[in-house]
Structures are given as structure tokens and as C-alpha cells.
């Protein structure tokens, strides 16, 4: 929910004191041990695209640059593989403070560098509503008509069609009701 506080943290282009202690807690990782050796970096599989690497992400927050790690690329880019995790000799869970910088920036209404993979997310968590599982075409169906791109991919879809990787209907687990308990606020999954 957006305040008149978080308007100010969004818009502070300065360091902020406490954003690091923020998304310590809300990661459960005290990442301040980070040593910024960059093993971290050198396995992950996105990282020639992203702008700060793993651990400048750490460093952004470590220093308060609220800002710059909230609207940056990077934090849509980490698949949550854990591959930076296995790496690091103080066993940071990198993969949990993107996840934290994610929540954040959505809850702040900060800029999102990546519309179409939190779109995604979106889609996913959608499907994990509906029907208690994820049903693959419906969610790319889906995210690919939010973002008018229907036709884009469509030669891997059919390939998966042909293959029988992707299901063309849905199943819904049993008890669907104590899986859609987890997402107060439900109205159908059409959000
Ligand atoms: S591998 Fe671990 S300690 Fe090294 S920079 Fe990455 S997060 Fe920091
Ligand atoms: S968890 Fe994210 S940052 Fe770490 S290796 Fe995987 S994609 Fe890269």
C-alpha cells in the first residue's frame, strides 16, 4: 500500500539508512556478511544481463540505494536457480533477497523494470490459484496475450503440443479450497 512514507523512500535518490536492515529481515538472510568475492556471478546463467551482477545488487542494498535496487533489472532477471548460493563461501541466499527486493518494490508501487516477467508472475500465481497446480498453456496463453505478443514462440508451442509436454485442459487438484486459503482476497483468479 502506497503512503506518504513510502512515496518519500521511493523518490529518495540518496542513501537511505535502514533499507538494508528492511530486507535483512524480510529475506530472513543477514546478507551484511557478503565478502563481494563475485564467486557469485560467475555461475549464474542471466548474469551477462544484468546491470549490477548478484552481489552489486548486495552491495546497492548494503549501501541504502533503495531506488536503484527496487526499479533495477536485476531483480527480475534471478530466476531463483540458487546457483549464486552453492557458489558463495558465506552461503548468502541471494536468491531470497531478490525475491524480498520484488515483494518490496510491487508493495511500493516502485518502477518495474521488467513488466512482462512480473506479468508472468502474475499469470503463474493465477493458475496456482485456479486450480491448485500450474496449467502451462493456459498461463503462456495468457501472459502472452497481456502482452500482444499471441504469435511470438508459437513454433515451440506446437512443438510441445506435438510432444504431449504441454496438457490442453486443466486439472484441478481435489482440495482446491485450503490452496486458494493461501491467497486471502481471491475473486475468482481473474486479476
Ligand atoms: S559469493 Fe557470496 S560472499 Fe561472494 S560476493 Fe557473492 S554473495 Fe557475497
Ligand atoms: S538465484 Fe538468481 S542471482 Fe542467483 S544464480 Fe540464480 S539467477 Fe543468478
Redesign the pocket.
Known amino acids: 500500500m502506497r503512503t506518504e512514507s513510502s512515496d518519500k523512500k521511493r523518490n529518495n535518490a540518496e542513501p537511505e539508512g535502514g533499507f538494508c536492515e528492511e530486507i535483512v529481515r524480510r529475506s530472513g538472510d543477514n546478507f551484511r556478511r557478503c565478502l563481494h568475492c563475485q564467486c ?1 556471478g560467475s ?5 551477462d544481463a544484468m546491470k549490477y551482477r ?1 552481489n552489486g545488487v548486495i552491495r546497492l542494498v548494503q549501501l541504502g540505494f533503495r531506488r536503484e535496487a527496487l526499479e533495477s533489472s536485476d531483480i527480475w532477471l ?7 548460493s552453492t557458489e558463495c563461501p558465506m552461503a548468502v541466499d ?2 531470497a533477497v ?1 525475491s524480498a527486493l520484488r515483494e518490496t518494490a510491487v508493495e511500493e508501487g516502485a518502477r518495474i523494470a521488467e513488466p512482462g516477467i512480473l506479468n508472468f508472475h502474475k499469470e503463474v500465481l493465477n493458475s496456482i490459484k485456479r486450480y491448485g497446480r500450474t496449467h502451462k498453456l493456459e498461463i503462456m496463453m495468457r501472459h502472452k496475450l497481456r502482452q500482444l505478443e499471441l504469435f511470438s514462440d508459437i513454433d515451440i508451442g506446437l512443438k510441445m503440443l506435438s510432444k504431449r509436454k504441454l496438457d490442453l485442459r486443466p486439472s484441478k487438484i481435489r482440495n482446491i479450497s485450503a490452496v486458494q486459503k493461501l491467497f486471502p482476497g481471491l475473486t475468482g483468479g481473474k486479476e
Open positions: 557469485c555461475g549464474c546463467p542471466v548474469v548478484p534471478c530466476m531463483g536457480c540458487n546457483t549464486c541471494i536468491a531478490m
